[in-house]
């Protein structure tokens, strides 16, 4: 069975930084791409970022780029996403997802760990 824990979110204030974790469990994970994603309440998914199975090759979405960095630890199976000069909106919970994705064709729902709360407000 896939399981994937997310961990490190939490209330910062704007122009801050959080770093995201997620443990993966079930598959084989470096053999696999892996995805964050996220959903602000009412709204649908927006993919943020793509990392693949070897880590060499990394893809954000527009408004993250810079500001986000996407890594992994296949040793620990685990994925990161360090988040810095964070702005309100990107308030939202992230997920960490298997596989890849793109702005377009975000990974599926299925995919998805249950995700952690990033609140960002002075």
């Known amino acids: 069975e896939v399981q994937l824990v997310e961990s490190g979110g939490g209330l910062v204030q704007p122009g801050g930084s959080l770093r995201l974790s997620c443990v993966a469990s079930?598959?084989?994970?470096?053999?696999?791409?892996m995805s964050w994603v996220r959903q602000a309440p009412g709204q649908g998914p927006e993919w943020v970022s793509t990392i693949s199975s070897g880590g060499t090759g990394t893809s954000y979405t527009y408004s993250v780029r810079g500001r986000f960095t996407i890594s992994r630890d296949n040793a620990k199976n685990t994925l990161y996403l360090q988040m810095d000069n964070l702005d309100p909106a990107d308030t939202s919970v992230y997920y960490c997802?298997?596989?890849?994705?793109?702005?377009?064709?975000?990974?599926?729902?299925?995919?998805w760990g249950q995700g952690t709360q990033v609140t960002v407000s002075a």
């Open positions: 079930g598959f084989t994970f470096n053999e696999e791409p």
């Open positions: 997802a298997k596989g890849g994705g793109t702005e377009h064709f975000p990974p599926p729902r299925k995919s």
